[in-house]
């Protein structure tokens, strides 16, 4: 079986930045999903599966040749749950599952791998969410045995409603890497992470 596979949710709107779609603007010169989605595959050693939605096409079109795995969520304008919903249904079985986002341009793969690995050190039985001072990042991780309970609710499907009512199966990690607790909404925030970027590479 798989050890480690990923879900990337890729399906928003992208409405507060703009008239561009976050997600295909350039990272170290290609779109940033496809960056996002290389860092994942560098990292563990099953498929990564994207979950999309908004402009569909120009998405999918930006990740040729990765040999990443796509789904559509026909639900997406519903909001960010029916997309993990969607990923959960359509995943590889896995040891372990990564849900990640698709706009988080600091994400390194040793960020996901040093999750991972705390994951495992922890209770590799609960799910992993990480935080620094009390913020919560991405991606989280779920063990095999949690990923169905997390369809359980057919009106709230996926991670924040679970996570939340049953704590008994949650363990958070101290993490400081900026990769794991910033993505991009603005225009702003983008110009700041690409600065950001350019030091991380430098």
Do not use: W
Request: proline letters at 6%; charged letters at 20%.
């Amino acid at each position: 079986m798989t050890e480690t596979t990923a879900i990337l949710l890729a399906a928003g709107q992208s409405t507060r930045m703009g008239a561009q779609n976050k997600l295909l603007l350039e990272i170290n010169g290609v779109p940033m999903i496809r960056h996002i989605v290389e860092q994942y595959q560098s990292a563990i050693d099953g498929p990564v599966l994207v979950v999309l939605g908004h402009e569909e096409k120009l998405v999918k079109a930006a990740l040729d040749g990765t040999g990443a795995d796509t789904v559509f969520n026909a639900d997406f304008a519903e909001g960010q749950f029916t997309s993990v919903a969607t990923g959960l249904r359509n995943a590889v079985d896995a040891e372990t599952v990564l849900i990640g986002l698709g706009d988080q341009p600091l994400l390194r793969h040793k960020d996901i791998t040093a999750l991972l690995t705390s994951h495992r050190v922890a209770n590799p039985g609960k799910i992993s969410i990480p935080v620094n001072e009390g913020a919560r990042g991405n991606p989280l991780v779920v063990p095999r045995s949690l990923r169905a309970r997390l369809l359980e609710d057919p009106k709230k499907p996926g991670c924040q409603k679970f996570t939340r009512t049953h704590p008994e199966l949650v363990q958070e990690l101290p993490l400081q890497s900026p990769g794991l607790f910033i993505d991009v909404d603005t225009p702003e925030d983008f110009q700041t992470q690409c600065l950001s970027i350019k030091a991380i590479d430098a």
